[in-house]
C-alpha cells in the first residue's frame, strides 16, 4: 500500500485533514485487486486500508466514517461519539462484506463503538473505486489533485467543499 501511503502523506502536507473534521472514505478492495466492483472483496485490503487511516486519524485528529456499499444504500458506519441526532438517522444493520462492503465491514468491526446511519454530510472525502461518495459531501464540492491517481487498479478522486456563493451583483466573496 505504497500509494495510499503516499496519497496520505501528500494530503496531509497540503493540510487536507482537519482535527474534529468527518471525512467520507469510499472504497472497493475488489477495484484495489483489479477486479469489478462488488464482485470479490477484500478483508485482507480492508484491514491494511484500515490501518492507514487510523494512523491518519491519530496524527491529525481527523474522524474518518466509512460509506458502504448500494445494497446497504450507500449507509456509513462512524463511531457514535460522532453521531449527530440532529443531522443523521441512526438506521438498523450491519455492513456485511457481500452487503456493506469489506471496509465499511472491517471499521464497523474494529471501531470502538460504531453505528450505522442513513446518510451523512462532511466536507471532504477520498473514494477510492469510483464508489460515488457524492450524495455524502456538502455542497459546493472541489476536487483535490494529487499525484497518486490509483491505490491498486482502483481510481482515486479526493473531494473537499466550500461554502456556496450566495446573493446577486453587489455581493462580495474573501
Given at each position: 500500500m505504497e500509494k495510499l501511503q503516499q496519497l496520505l502523506d501528500e494530503l496531509k502536507a497540503q493540510q487536507f485533514f482537519r482535527k474534529g473534521e468527518l471525512?467520507?472514505?469510499?472504497?472497493?478492495?475488489?477495484?484495489?485487486?483489479?477486479?469489478?466492483?462488488?464482485?470479490?472483496?477484500?478483508?485482507?485490503?480492508?484491514?491494511?486500508?484500515?490501518k492507514h487511516f487510523q494512523q491518519?486519524?491519530?496524527?491529525?485528529?481527523?474522524?474518518?466514517?466509512?460509506?458502504?456499499?448500494?445494497?446497504?444504500?450507500?449507509?456509513?458506519?462512524?463511531?457514535?461519539?460522532?453521531?449527530?441526532?440532529?443531522?443523521?438517522?441512526?438506521?438498523?444493520?450491519?455492513?456485511?462484506?457481500?452487503?456493506?462492503?469489506s471496509l465499511a465491514t472491517y471499521a464497523y468491526q474494529h471501531m470502538k463503538d460504531p453505528m450505522v446511519?442513513?446518510?451523512?454530510?462532511?466536507?471532504?472525502?477520498?473514494?477510492?473505486?469510483q464508489t460515488l461518495i457524492g450524495m455524502h459531501l456538502k455542497?459546493?464540492?472541489?476536487?483535490?489533485?494529487?499525484?497518486?491517481?490509483?491505490i491498486g487498479e482502483a481510481v482515486v478522486t479526493i473531494a473537499s467543499s466550500r461554502p456556496k456563493k450566495i446573493g446577486g451583483e453587489r455581493a462580495k466573496y474573501d
Open positions: 471525512c467520507v472514505i469510499g472504497c472497493s478492495t475488489s477495484e484495489v485487486i483489479g477486479e469489478r466492483i462488488g464482485s470479490v472483496g477484500s478483508m485482507e485490503i480492508a484491514e491494511t486500508l484500515f491518519i486519524e491519530k496524527e491529525t485528529g481527523v474522524h474518518f466514517v466509512y460509506q458502504g456499499c448500494e445494497h446497504i444504500n450507500r449507509a456509513i458506519t462512524i463511531e457514535r461519539a460522532d453521531y449527530d441526532p440532529y443531522t443523521m438517522e441512526e438506521v438498523t444493520v450491519v455492513p456485511d462484506v457481500h452487503a456493506g462492503g446511519v442513513e446518510s451523512i454530510t462532511v466536507p471532504k472525502g477520498i473514494d477510492i473505486g455542497h459546493v464540492a472541489i476536487p483535490i489533485r494529487t499525484s497518486v491517481k490509483q
